[in-house]
């Protein structure tokens, strides 16, 4: 199965992500863990990407098709994957059609989860992340706090506020999410195997998934 999760940041892409990877036994590809993996390595894409990404703005194309390139080779990947923050442009869903065709891929659905914006702001400035970048559990401090404060409950690891998580880059990421990666929803909504969702609840997110899929 292979799926793509659009939505502003916020929406609950990766939370529905991870309850999917349970469910279904497939993978998660989020554009934004390969991201912040190589930022924390400090490689050469790490350092270019992270001053985008500490100012709300998208990481150029060609690094980002290169992550997915690499991603949707691997043999975590054979039984299938959820795309979690790609595609966030024109360009990029026009290099992923490429890309499924090269690889002989199908695509079983395009989920577009829908949040108004005063309760993506209101998620994001309370959203907290596991820094281990293998387990990148989330939480919420008023929602869905951790156990012992700081400490992630799955792996132990330290829960941190991400860089790109102030109240100014949030601002910016939604208005790059406007600019940038909304027409998607224009580019997928004739195709039948699009589909807009309330995200306000993940449960409901769920339930209308399994009927989805
Ligand atoms: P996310 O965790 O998906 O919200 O991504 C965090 C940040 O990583 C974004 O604000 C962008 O700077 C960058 N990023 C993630 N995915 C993409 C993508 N598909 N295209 C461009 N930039 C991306």
Known sequence: MILILLGPPGAGKGTIAQALVKTYSIVQISTGDILRGEVKKGSPVGKEAAGYMNAGKL???????????????????????ILDGFPRTI????????????FNLKLNAVINLEVPEDVLLRRLTSRRTCSNTACQAIYNVHTKPTKKEGVCDACGSPVIQRDDETVDVIKQRLVTYKDKTEPLIKYYEKDPLFHTISGLDAAEVMKELGKIL
């Open 59 to 81: 990481v150029p194309d060609s690094i980002i098709m290169d992550c997915i390139g690499i991603a949707v080779q691997s043999k975590e990947c054979a039984n299938g994957f």
């Open 91 to 102: 360009p990029q869903a026009d290099a992923l059609k490429d890309l499924m065709r090269n």
